[in-house]
């Protein structure tokens, strides 16, 4: 009987790069005695390992300030200032936003591109990507290209293959997103895409809203809705990539036709689209219109307040299925969701405590997202990122290989 190789010390030098880094990434500046407790390894390993990395230009130490202390003191790791970014871009069907996003999180520079009101095709959408990353480059001052591309689609993904199978506000269907974008960008790139709120829960559960959260749901409402999912600590995605759709679940078979060719669907009565059509408003579903119906509704507008209280009533009718269904600890509602549960959240809770099974009080936690409208977008960073946190000495080795070519 053949015995399990062990691993080799570079795998194990690897594999512990891997976890500084990532804490690093996930919690911003740590001192040495932190990662050193956290990680169960000896000083001297850690100091031996966040030399390396930085030399690879990935992290940077300093020594902390303020009032004296006994002993030395640690000294604090943290994202390298001029370390690697890469860009992000989050996909609606009114714009494309992209930006430059380093380890830890952290929006280095920003570029937005109109496209609406009609939805953009997915050749226009890669052309706009592309454009972006030399201007977004520029503007974060480096000569290093970024370590790859993360896309935010609102749409169902393979993430595979980079297909966008449906995506239904954007009307592409089977879509070779990712195929398109990898062919076009210039210097060639590592290209990764997911849906929209998977992205954004992604982000939530990392550093924000939903960290220390097992069991928990995020929302998104924009022209469509749809959801992320961790059940037990994971993402739950389904068998080909279409959990969590539940923009398109049928609440009433006579309702408003929706894009996706069915009549009633949930995202037909809290998606910006229907809050405009509540509010009396024949402006497309662009968000400074949204915006504009929100701000009437805190100032105490009785049409736009009313719009706002129906859009809360089905809301919560819907989470009450999610919440029977699922049975999360907390429900992380974006986009213009948000901004219904702070208008309205008394009406969302009463017909979420209504519906569920729960007792009245003890349903789901409703929060909003800590980074807002940037989730998905943030997101996007972190699938751009995974593999070179995942192996800082292979894949800093490639860039910086890459780096020094143009120079």
Known sequence: MSRPAAARPDAIRRHNLSLVLGQVHRDGAVTRAELTQRLGLSRSTIGALVADLTERGLVEESVPSGG???????????????????????????????????IGGTVLARHV?????????????????????PILQAMVGRAEPPVAIGVSVPGTVDRHWGTVGVAPNMGWRNTPFGKLLSELATPHLPVVIGNDADLALLA??????ARDCDDVVMI??????????????????????????????VVDASGPQ?????????????????LLTLAGRDDPPDE????????????????????????????GRGLASIVNTLNPQRVILGGSLADILDIAGDAVSTALDRYALDAPGLTAQLTQPTFGADSALLGAAEIAFAALLSDPVANRSVTAAHSASLR
Not at 77 to 100: I, N
Request: glycine fraction near 14%; hydrophobic fraction near 40%.
């Open 204 to 209: 939530e559960h990392t550093r924000g809203s």
């Open 220 to 249: 998104i409402g924009r022209v469509g809705v749809g959801s992320g999912i961790i059940a037990n600590g994971a993402p739950l995605r389904g068998h080909d990539g279409h959990a969590g759709e539940i923009g398109h679940n």
């Open 113 to 133: 591109v109109q496209t609406g009101p009609l939805p953009a095709s997915a050749e226009e959408v890669v052309r706009h990507i592309v454009e972006a990353v």
């Open 288 to 315: 400074v219109y949204v915006a504009a119906v929100f701000a009437d509704a805190r100032t105490g507008d009785p049409v736009a307040l009313t719009a706002v209280q129906q859009i809360a009533e089905s809301l």
């Open 258 to 274: 929706c894009h996706c060719g069915n009549r009633g669907c949930l995202e037909t009565y809290i998606g910006d689209s229907a």
């Open 68 to 102: 004296p202390r006994a002993g030395r003191p640690s000294h604090v790791v943290g994202p390298h200032s001029r370390g690697p970014f890469v860009v992000a871009a989050d996909l609606d069907v009114t714009h494309v936003t992209t930006a430059a996003v380093g």
